[in-house]
């Protein structure tokens, strides 16, 4: 290949790449592992609630991993909090499991959840919205 070739294929992946990013706005991290620390499933662990409000709480609750990631956080109630499109508007960010280990064995998994949620019109800048932001800190044991 030469090197005007490979100065043009260069150029356009970076292209591709900035469209892409300014496009969604954010790149989560994904980190790759070639050995998981934890199979895709559904999990119990504990939950540290904190609202917007100062309001905190401990929860038991379920949670859905895919790819080292929780991706859905379940509430005893039916309801759930996840990624992906929902109709409440929310945004979810994070849930990328950090391992905790000792000698060698995973004994814990770790991961911060962050969901924001619409609540007004910015008066700021138009067709875009202010957001409450509580946060869920994970932990699977």
């Known amino acids: 290949m030469d090197n005007a070739f490979r100065t043009f294929l260069t150029s356009a992946l970076l292209a591709f790449i900035s469209i892409s990013v300014s496009a ?15 199979d895709d499933g ?3 662990s504990t939950v540290d609630y904190y ?6 709480a401990t929860y038991i609750l379920n949670i859905k991993v895919v ?3 929780v991706v859905t956080i379940y509430f005893g109630n039916g309801g759930s909090l996840h990624t992906g499109y929902n109709n409440e ?14 000698n060698g064995q995973v004994v814990a998994l770790t991961t911060t959840v962050t969901v924001s ?9 138009p ?3 202010l957001y409450y932001t509580n946060q869920y800190a994970i932990k699977i044991e």
């Open 127 to 129: 067709g875009t919205y």
């Open 24 to 38: 969604q706005g954010y790149v989560d991290y994904v980190p790759f592992r070639a050995n998981k620390a934890i």
């Open 117 to 125: 949620i619409p609540y007004a019109e910015s008066p700021y800048v």
């Open 89 to 102: 508007g929310y945004v979810y960010k994070g849930g990328y499991l950090t391992a905790h280990t000792y």
């Open 42 to 44: 559904i999990y119990e």
């Open 51 to 56: 609202s917007y409000t100062g309001y905190t």
């Open 67 to 69: 790819d080292e990631r």
